[in-house]
């Protein structure tokens, strides 16, 4: 009698979701949609909140359409599965987001709600819901994303920080290089030529790390060669101010506040540039 009450209580507690899932077999190749059927156990039932992820994983191991179908399992990227290595972003019913925090009781929490998985449209694919970042990266070097410390393990402890500019900086410090900011900006586009990446406009995501390395006593050393990628070809001044980026931004980092801060130490270096030379 007792099994039977606990067959029911689980059936209960389980719902079907309907995910539509846009697939692409590689670069270049063209696009298309297949539809899962995956059942979700609510976190009533005592095993904690099914995300969007853990929907991936179940049909990856059951590869087959609503039309009885078999497929290939589905390519996404995922790594902390903790919302702090920002690999698995990607569009969530037509909003930008990482899929391991988006958890199915908030965002299909009825029996036959639908989700829709897009890969991120401002890089490229590289097949299903994985996409390329290179160009991120390769902006985050450009501006020498780094504190210089080559040769300063013998001159001593390091600079002191009050505890002021320690909260200011660790909220910078907060941005995993998701590309939710990216994905969300105007300006920002799909530039499929690599040669074409150091003209392209950065994004907020690159500015606020060139503020919060310009913050660091140490890494404001680099200062200068920062400040000369955000007064060039697809620095700062190509931002167009649509403040899409800090709404979307999953860790709240002031992104405008950001792009005002760098906007600022450009004029101020292009001004000393312009009558010191220098």
């Known amino acids: ?85 920002g690999a698995c972003t990607m569009v969530i019913n037509g909003q930008v987001r990482q899929s391991c925090s988006c958890l199915m009781d908030s965002c299909a929490p009825n029996d036959g709600d639908e989700v829709t998985l897009e890969p991120m449209s401002k890089f490229p694919v590289n097949r299903d819901l994985f996409v390329d970042r290179s160009r991120l990266f390769n902006d985050l070097e450009r501006i020498r994303g780094w504190v210089p410390i080559d040769g300063t393990y013998d001159l001593g402890a390091g600079p002191r920080e009050t505890p002021e500019q320690q909260q200011q900086r660790y909220k910078l410090s907060e941005c995993m290089s998701c590309g939710c900011c990216l994905e969300a900006c105007p300006q920002y586009t799909l530039e499929p030529d690599e040669k074409e990446w150091d003209h392209a406009f950065v994004g907020a995501a690159v500015i606020s790390q060139t503020r919060y390395f310009n913050m660091h006593a140490t890494g404001k050393e680099l200062a200068k060669q920062r400040l000369d990628v955000m007064s060039g070809p697809g620095g700062v001044s190509d931002c167009g101010n649509a403040q899409n980026c800090v709404k979307v931004c999953p860790k709240e980092i002031p992104l405008t506040e950001s792009i005002g801060s760098v906007g600022r130490q450009t004029t101020i270096h292009k001004i000393r540039e312009f009558f010191m030379g220098r």
């Open 1 to 85: 009698m007792s099994s039977k009450n606990d067959a029911k209580g689980k059936a209960a507690n389980t719902r079907t979701v309907r995910f539509n899932i846009k697939r692409c077999d590689g670069p270049g190749q063209p696009s298309r949609w297949e539809r899962f059927d995956v059942p979700v156990q609510s976190s009533s039932a005592g095993s904690g909140s099914a995300n969007v992820i853990s929907c991936l994983q179940w049909i990856a191991a059951n590869p087959v359409t609503i039309e009885g179908r078999k497929t290939t399992p589905v390519s996404f990227d995922c790594g902390c599965l903790e919302e702090v290595c």
